[in-house]
C-alpha cells in the first residue's frame, strides 16, 4: 500500500488554509472533471485523485487524523491487522487502499466480518455464513442523477485454499442515489464455510465533491459570487445545473447569504421527483481599485443617504 501525499496532489503547502484547500480543489476540478476534460480517461483519474484527497483536507477532523498519521503511517498499518481473518480488497470504486484502510468508512479490511472467522469456522461442522465485505465507492453528482453501471475487482483470500482469488463485479448504481447509501450485491461477499451461503457485497456510496455543487439530501447548492452594484441594482445571472445552465434573476437590494430557489434542479429524489438548486449570494468587494474608481466610490459615499449602522 502506498503513502499517498494530498498536500502534492492539491498542489498545496501543508500549512495551507482550509480556504486554500478547497479553492485549490475548486480549481483542479474544473480543470480534470470528466463531463469537460477532452481525455476524458486521463481526466477521470486524475479527478478520483483529487476528490480523494479533499475528502480528507477538506474535513478538519480527517485533516487532523492524516497528518499525526505522517512517516508512522506504516506502523499504524501494521497494528490493524486481525491475525487469522479473511482478506478482502476492493479495486475500481474510485478510492485508494490507502484511503480505504485510514478513513473508509471505519472498515478495517483484514478484521472479521459478520460470519466471523471463516478459517476457525473450518473446523466445525455447522454452516457458516460468509462475511459480508463493506467499502465505499465514490459516484459523481452526474452518475447519481442519471445512474450508471460500475465495474470493481474483489479480491479475497479462499477460506479453504488460502489463495487469492479476484472476480470482477458490475453493479447498477441507481439514479437518485444519495450519499451514504448502502447498495447490496447480494451473494458476492465471503465465500461461506460447511455448505453455509456467501456474504453480501455492500457499497457505501460517497458522492464526489463538485467544482460548483454543495450537496444537501437531494438538494444542491451554488455559490455565486455577485459584484456589489449587482446586488444593489439587480441583474440576471448564468447559473450552472447537472443539465446545462439556467438564468436566474437577482431582485434589486438583495443581500448576501440569500438564497434563490430553483425548483427542481437537484438530484433525483424519487421515481419522478427531484430536488432544488439554491443559489446563495455572496456579495464580493474588490480589493484593489484604481484612482478612477476611489472617486467614484468616494462620489457614492458621499452622496448616498443609506446608513448601514442603523
Known amino acids: 500500500m502506498e503513502f499517498k501525499d494530498y498536500y502534492q496532489t492539491l498542489g498545496v503547502k501543508k500549512e495551507a488554509s482550509q480556504e486554500e484547500i478547497k479553492k485549490a480543489f475548486r480549481k483542479l476540478a474544473r480543470r480534470y472533471?470528466?463531463?469537460t476534460a477532452s481525455d476524458k480517461a486521463v481526466a477521470e483519474e486524475k479527478f478520483k485523485e483529487i476528490n480523494e484527497a479533499y475528502e480528507v483536507l477538506g474535513d478538519a477532523d480527517k485533516r487532523?487524523?492524516?497528518d499525526r498519521l505522517g512517516a508512522d503511517w506504516r506502523n499504524v498499518r501494521s497494528r490493524a491487522g486481525a491475525p487469522g481473518a479473511q482478506e478482502f480488497h476492493f479495486s475500481g470504486t474510485g478510492f485508494s487502499d490507502f484511503f480505504e484502510q485510514f478513513f473508509g468508512g471505519g472498515r478495517d479490511p483484514f478484521s472479521?466480518?459478520?460470519g466471523g472467522d471463516p478459517f476457525r469456522s473450518a473446523h466445525v461442522k455447522q454452516p457458516t455464513r460468509g462475511q459480508d465485505i463493506t467499502g465505499d465507492v465514490m459516484v459523481t453528482l452526474e452518475e447519481a442523477a442519471q445512474g450508471c453501471v460500475r465495474a470493481f475487482n474483489l479480491q479475497a483470500g479462499n477460506p479453504i485454499t488460502g489463495k487469492l482469488e479476484t472476480r470482477t463485479l458490475r453493479t447498477r448504481i441507481p439514479a437518485g442515489v444519495l450519499d451514504g447509501q448502502i447498495?447490496?450485491?447480494a451473494g458476492q461477499g465471503g465465500t461461506g464455510v460447511n455448505g453455509g451461503p456467501a456474504g453480501d457485497v455492500r457499497l457505501r456510496v460517497?458522492?464526489?465533491?463538485h467544482p460548483d455543487f454543495r450537496v444537501r439530501g437531494a438538494d444542491l447548492i451554488h455559490d455565486l459570487?455577485?459584484?456589489p452594484w449587482e446586488a444593489v441594482l439587480g441583474t440576471q445571472v448564468e447559473v450552472p445545473t447537472l443539465h446545462g445552465r439556467v438564468t436566474v434573476?437577482?431582485?434589486p437590494g438583495s443581500a448576501g447569504g440569500a438564497r434563490l430557489r430553483v425548483r427542481g434542479k437537484g438530484l433525483r429524489s424519487g421515481k419522478d421527483d427531484h430536488g432544488d438548486l439554491y443559489v446563495v449570494l455572496n456579495i464580493e468587494l474588490p480589493t484593489e481599485v484604481d484612482p478612477e474608481e476611489r472617486a467614484l466610490w468616494q462620489a457614492l459615499a458621499e452622496q448616498s443617504r443609506f446608513q448601514p449602522r442603523r
Open 206 to 209: 460517497r458522492l464526489a465533491a
Open 183 to 185: 447498495i447490496r450485491v
Open 33 to 35: 472533471h470528466p463531463d
Open 249 to 251: 434573476k437577482i431582485p
Open 225 to 227: 459570487n455577485l459584484a
Open 112 to 114: 472479521g466480518g459478520i
Open 64 to 66: 487532523a487524523k492524516y
